[in-house]
């Protein structure tokens, strides 16, 4: 027999395969997710009639004959290349932008797919459309230590849509501040020197000496300057009518074996340093530091006196008034007295007016001083006495720089989801400290509590120091529970960086509160799906949370998958374990909501194949013919 007929008969078998395959290729042209075939031949066994020879001397060698059997198909192999997007709007059809496969679930194992034609089943579940298989994905929950964070849940679960499931009220625990305070206005209320830790350098006799200026807070002096090891106070005289800084006595200073005269320019604000000739060896502008207020009273014997006073922050929210001013005998002395303020900053000076306490220094003019509020309580009214106490007249008021004060509102909620606005006003109390204080301004009767706090900040703008504080609130007032509040300054709590929080620039007011986490009773209304393949949930309440982020797996070889039909494959020994992942992680793509990944079948390709096949065929069927009628002929001479 001859052998072309076996290898014609070959040839056509193969081409028969190569034309089941790109009929199957052209079939699924517009298959969703759909990977295309190719069909590799490779030649069949050989018959040897003659070996090879060596070449021997003046005889060259001679080459093997051999004639071959015909074909084979060697393999049919999957192109797994990513094939064309298509749009269509269905918020529920997802592509794949990269690798992976999503993973499905049939009811008895999972499948892997590329297909994305997503649709919700009767109970909620995502499936594939026209199998039924679930979609699997991680359950997301909320990060309880980073509320802007979601942790994911090692176990695939089905991707359930609960439309109108009910998302339980929750209250408010964390309050993010987002925000700029200017560094530039003065304290909100007259509070002695703006920079408390004042330091310079003074070169005297040809030796430089450390020089800083503080407060006094013995009563005594009203500054306590310290030049190199020599510590002086500064105590007030009297007050510049036209320049109303104060008037202090001079001071001597022993430096170098030399004494010298301090002495302040109250016209100036110039702190000088006179030799012995009265001439000035050293000087330092300070009125740019000094940030006091000039009262004036009036007493019983009808002359009237003018007072410095000024405020310190007592640390616990309340503040501390301290005139200074001439007592009984005349010589300059301070009263001090504490005053109330309530939790919104305004002062709360009890019904009848505050009264500064006599003592041995009463002021002159026998003077007795008592504070009221003004309406807003934004301010003090200074009423002085008049016939020893028993009527008081207005004699000066003072208003808090409402420009030195700061006010943000955002809603919190109690354990019933009911919203609360909360208020935080923040107030300069002093070079790079801010005193911040949070009330609700339409529900008084809320209690409050650790509600003020003082926030510092370093020569860069940024906080030091803690940036949390701790609120209680009395919701069980409203009938809901109480509860706390982390008022977050910093921004770390809710992993961001410390300029991302509470800073202090020279720039403009920007405070925002920014952030929080309660929220109302919610029903869920609608859902997305993102391109990190986070199924995000859309409640009545405004609220967005992470559901679900779904699952992709990645296969060493995917060339190795085995296609079970309805576009979906299986795992084999060849392709390798799924590693299953997020996407956008793990080398896998993300993903492409409202599209579908269509076939990668090229039709111009695959009808060069066709034609190619079909000529292949028709040449091996040729080969059948031509070897049958030489088998006819044979046959032929023998009769």
Same mark, same amino acid.
């Given at each position: 027999? &001859?052998?072309?007929?076996?290898?014609?008969?070959?040839?056509?078998?193969?081409?028969?395969?190569?034309?089941?395959?790109?009929?199957?290729?052209?079939?699924?042209?517009?298959?969703?997710?759909?990977?295309?075939?190719?069909?590799?031949?490779?030649?069949?066994?050989?018959?040897?009639?003659?070996?090879?020879?060596?070449?021997?001397?003046?005889?060259?060698?001679?080459?093997?004959?051999?004639?071959?059997?015909?074909?084979?198909?060697?393999?049919?192999?999957?192109?797994?290349?990513?094939?064309?997007?298509?749009?269509?709007?269905?918020?529920?059809?997802?592509?794949?932008?990269?690798?992976?496969?999503?993973?499905?679930?049939?009811?008895?194992?999972?499948?892997?797919?590329?297909?994305?034609?997503?649709?919700?089943?009767?109970?909620?579940?995502?499936?594939?459309?026209?199998?039924?298989?679930?979609?699997?994905?991680?359950? &997301?929950?909320?990060?309880?230590?980073?509320?802007?964070?979601?942790?994911?849940?090692?176990?695939?679960?089905?991707?359930?849509?609960?439309?109108?499931?009910?998302?339980?009220?929750?209250?408010?625990?964390?309050?993010?501040?987002?925000?700029?305070?200017?560094?530039?206005?003065?304290?909100?209320?007259?509070?002695?020197?703006?920079?408390?830790?004042?330091?310079?350098?003074?070169?005297?006799?040809?030796?430089?000496?450390?020089?800083?200026?503080?407060?006094?807070?013995?009563?005594?002096?009203?500054?306590?300057?310290?030049?190199?090891?020599?510590?002086?106070?500064?105590?007030?005289?009297?007050?510049?009518?036209?320049?109303?800084?104060?008037?202090?006595?001079?001071?001597?200073?022993?430096?170098?074996?030399?004494?010298?005269?301090?002495? +302040?320019?109250?016209?100036?604000?110039?702190?000088?340093?006179?030799?012995?000739?009265?001439?000035?060896?050293?000087?330092?502008?300070?009125?740019?530091?000094?940030?006091?207020?000039?009262?004036?009273?009036?007493?019983?014997?009808?002359?009237?006196?003018?007072?410095?006073?000024?405020?310190?922050?007592?640390?616990?929210?309340?503040?501390?008034?301290?005139?200074?001013?001439?007592?009984?005998?005349?010589?300059?002395?301070?009263?001090?007295?504490?005053?109330?303020?309530?939790?919104?900053?305004?002062?709360?000076?009890?019904?009848?007016?505050?009264?500064?306490?006599?003592?041995?220094?009463? +002021?002159?003019?026998?003077?007795?001083?008592?504070?009221?509020?003004?309406?807003?309580?934004?301010? &003090?009214? +200074?009423?002085?006495?008049?016939?020893?106490?028993?009527?008081?007249?207005?004699?000066?008021?003072?208003?808090?720089?409402?420009?030195?004060?700061?006010?943000?509102?955002?809603?919190?909620?109690?354990?019933?989801?009911?919203?609360?606005?909360?208020?935080?006003?923040?107030?300069?109390?002093?070079?790079?400290?801010?005193?911040?204080?949070?009330?609700?301004?339409?529900?008084?009767?809320?209690?409050?509590?650790?509600?003020?706090?003082?926030?510092?900040?370093?020569?860069?703008?940024?906080?030091?120091?803690?940036?949390?504080?701790?609120?209680?609130?009395?919701?069980?007032?409203?009938?809901?529970?109480?509860?706390?509040?982390?008022?977050?300054?910093?921004?770390?709590?809710?992993?961001?960086?410390?300029?991302?929080?509470?800073?202090?620039?020279?720039?403009?007011?920007?405070?925002?509160?920014?952030?929080?986490?309660?929220?109302?009773?919610?029903?869920?209304?609608?859902?997305?799906?993102?391109?990190?393949?986070?199924?995000?949930?859309?409640?009545?309440?405004?609220?967005?949370?992470?559901?679900?982020?779904?699952?992709?797996?990645?296969?060493?070889?995917?060339?190795?998958?085995?296609?079970?039909?309805?576009?979906?494959?299986?795992?084999?020994?060849?392709?390798? &374990?799924?590693?299953?992942?997020?996407?956008?992680?793990?080398?896998?793509?993300?993903?492409?909501?409202?599209?579908?990944?269509?076939?990668?079948?090229?039709?111009?390709?695959?009808?060069?194949?066709?034609?190619?096949?079909?000529?292949?065929?028709?040449?091996?069927?040729?080969?059948?013919?031509?070897?049958?009628?030489?088998?006819?002929?044979?046959?032929?001479?023998?009769?």
């Amino acid at each position: 027999m &001859l052998r072309s007929l076996n290898s014609g008969v070959s040839g056509i078998r193969s081409h028969q395969t190569m034309l089941d395959v790109i009929g199957n290729n052209i079939a699924n042209v517009n298959t969703a997710g759909f990977k295309k075939s190719v069909v590799t031949f490779q030649d069949l066994l050989y018959e040897t009639s003659r070996g090879a020879t060596a070449p021997q001397g003046d005889i060259g060698g001679i080459n093997p004959m051999q004639i071959g059997l015909g074909t084979t198909v060697a393999a049919v192999e999957t192109i797994h290349s990513a094939g064309p997007l298509q749009y269509t709007g269905n918020r529920t059809d997802v592509a794949i932008q990269g690798d992976g496969y999503f993973v499905l679930n049939n009811g008895s194992g999972n499948v892997y797919s590329r297909a994305g034609n997503f649709v919700l089943d009767g109970n909620g579940n995502i499936v594939q459309s026209g199998t039924g298989y679930t979609v699997m994905g991680y359950q &997301l929950t909320v990060d309880p230590n980073n509320p802007s964070q979601y942790i994911r849940g090692t176990q695939l679960v089905p991707l359930n849509i609960p439309v109108g499931q009910k998302l339980s009220a929750k209250a408010t625990e964390v309050l993010g501040m987002q925000c700029n305070l200017d560094s530039r206005v003065p304290a909100y209320l007259p509070m002695g020197l703006t920079n408390p830790n004042f330091t310079t350098i003074a070169e005297i006799g040809g030796t430089a000496y450390n020089v800083s200026i503080a407060e006094d807070t013995s009563g005594t002096n009203l500054l306590t300057v310290k030049i190199g090891n020599e510590t002086v106070g500064l105590k007030p005289s009297g007050i510049n009518a036209t320049t109303g800084l104060p008037v202090f006595d001079d001071a001597s200073v022993s430096l170098g074996g030399n004494t010298y005269t301090l002495h +302040f320019d109250d016209g100036t604000g110039e702190l000088q340093l006179l030799d012995s000739s009265s001439n000035v060896t050293w000087k330092q502008q300070i009125s740019g530091i000094m940030d006091y207020a000039t009262l004036s009273f009036k007493g019983d014997d009808n002359m009237t006196r003018t007072y410095l006073a000024e405020f310190t922050d007592k640390g616990d929210g309340n503040m501390a008034m301290t005139l200074w001013g001439q007592d009984s005998s005349n010589n300059w002395s301070s009263f001090s007295v504490d005053v109330p303020v309530n939790a919104d900053g305004t002062f709360a000076i009890p019904a009848g007016g505050l009264i500064v306490p006599e003592t041995s220094n009463q +002021f002159a003019g026998n003077v007795d001083v008592k504070l009221n509020a003004t309406g807003d309580g934004k301010g &003090l009214i +200074f009423l002085a006495s008049v016939d020893n106490g028993t009527t008081y007249e207005v004699a000066s008021t003072l208003n808090q720089r409402t420009s030195s004060i700061h006010t943000t509102k955002i809603d919190i909620y109690d354990s019933l989801g009911n919203p609360h606005t909360v208020e935080v006003a923040f107030e300069k109390i002093g070079a790079n400290e801010w005193r911040w204080r949070a009330w609700f301004p339409s529900e008084p009767g809320i209690p409050i509590s650790n509600n003020t706090g003082v926030i510092k900040f370093d020569s860069d703008g940024k906080l030091t120091g803690s940036g949390v504080a701790n609120v209680d609130l009395g919701f069980s007032s409203v009938g809901a529970m109480d509860s706390q509040v982390k008022f977050d300054f910093s921004g770390e709590s809710l992993g961001k960086s410390l300029i991302d929080g509470v800073t202090q620039f020279g720039s403009d007011f920007t405070t925002k509160a920014y952030y929080q986490d309660g929220y109302a009773m919610g029903v869920l209304q609608d859902y997305s799906i993102g391109s990190d393949g986070n199924i995000m949930g859309v409640y009545s309440n405004g609220r967005t949370n992470a559901l679900y982020s779904i699952a992709l797996a990645l296969f060493p070889n995917p060339a190795g998958l085995e296609k079970t039909g309805m576009t979906n494959f299986i795992p084999t020994a060849n392709s390798g &374990l799924p590693q299953l992942v997020t996407p956008g992680s793990g080398g896998a793509g993300t993903l492409a909501g409202g599209n579908l990944e269509m076939s990668n079948v090229d039709l111009a390709d695959e009808f060069t194949k066709l034609i190619i096949a079909q000529r292949g065929f028709q040449a091996n069927a040729r080969v059948i013919t031509t070897s049958d009628q030489v088998l006819e002929e044979l046959i032929n001479l023998k009769r």
